[in-house]
């Protein structure tokens, strides 16, 4: 079975540019999950799609960030403008629909804002 | 305060240790997940629980859902254990809190 595929794997752009990143969940995972983690914490979430719903965007910063999952398979992510706050790893999770269901990790996008 | 607490945030031990990190969470949950984030690298699930104790290999995952806390347990540990090891609790909404994470460092 082919894992949660993110790209890209790394980012650096400077202050006040905008970055997108991609993530492609395990076939038939009808949830799916955007997470920031900054270095020495845990992950927050940012967002979480049920196909192609949002069920939760409570933390999401909606002045900069966005996100979309238009066919409810793959998932974008989109910063734009982004502040130095933004350096991260950028995660991608997803489970079947049911609440105990397994997760699934991507290997994350490590975003630099210089 | 944050949902999901783990203690301690830091911990160290000499290989061949029994190691506990503990996890407790304040609201009702459907399922608990402990993961393992080795540095660099992407997140591992390790356990799912929802009643119980699980068991793999060295790994040990219990859970109290009365008291609201979960523990992991490390037996004969080593320098390849360490990473930093998450709580994950998830609601009956699919929503998904994290721990901050405990980092275990385990040396020879």
């Known amino acids: 079975e082919a894992g949660v595929a993110q790209s890209p794997r790394y980012k650096i752009i400077e202050k006040r540019q905008s970055v997108a990143f991609w993530c492609n969940p395990i076939s038939g995972h009808a949830t799916l999950y955007w997470y920031q983690q900054i270095l020495g914490q845990g992950p927050k979430l940012l967002i979480q799609f049920q196909n192609n719903g949002v069920v939760d965007d409570s933390q999401l910063p909606k002045d900069r960030f966005s996100a979309e999952r238009l066919k409810g398979v793959d998932s974008t992510l989109k910063i734009q403008p982004a502040k130095l706050e933004d350096s991260a790893v950028y995660l991608c999770?997803?489970?079947?629909?049911?609440?105990?269901?397994?997760?699934?990790f991507g290997n994350g996008t490590r975003l630099t804002v210089t | 305060k944050n949902e999901v607490e783990q203690s301690p945030q830091n911990l160290t031990a000499q290989e061949g240790e029994f190691i506990t990190i503990n996890c407790s969470y304040s609201v009702g949950i459907s399922a608990l997940h402990w993961l393992q984030q080795h540095p660099g690298g992407g997140i591992v699930s390790l356990f799912m629980?929802?009643?119980g104790k699980k068991k793999h290999g060295r790994l040990i995952a219990t859970i109290n859902i009365q008291e609201k806390h979960s523990s992991l347990h490390i037996t004969a540990s080593h320098p390849r254990d360490s990473a930093v090891y998450i709580c994950?609790?998830?609601?009956?909404?699919?929503?998904?809190?994290f721990g901050t994470g405990t980092r275990l460092q385990v040396f020879p």
């Open positions: 999770a997803s489970s079947l629909i049911r609440v105990k269901s397994p997760l699934h």
């Open positions: 629980l929802s009643s």
């Open positions: 994950a609790v998830r609601y009956n909404t699919d929503k998904l809190i």
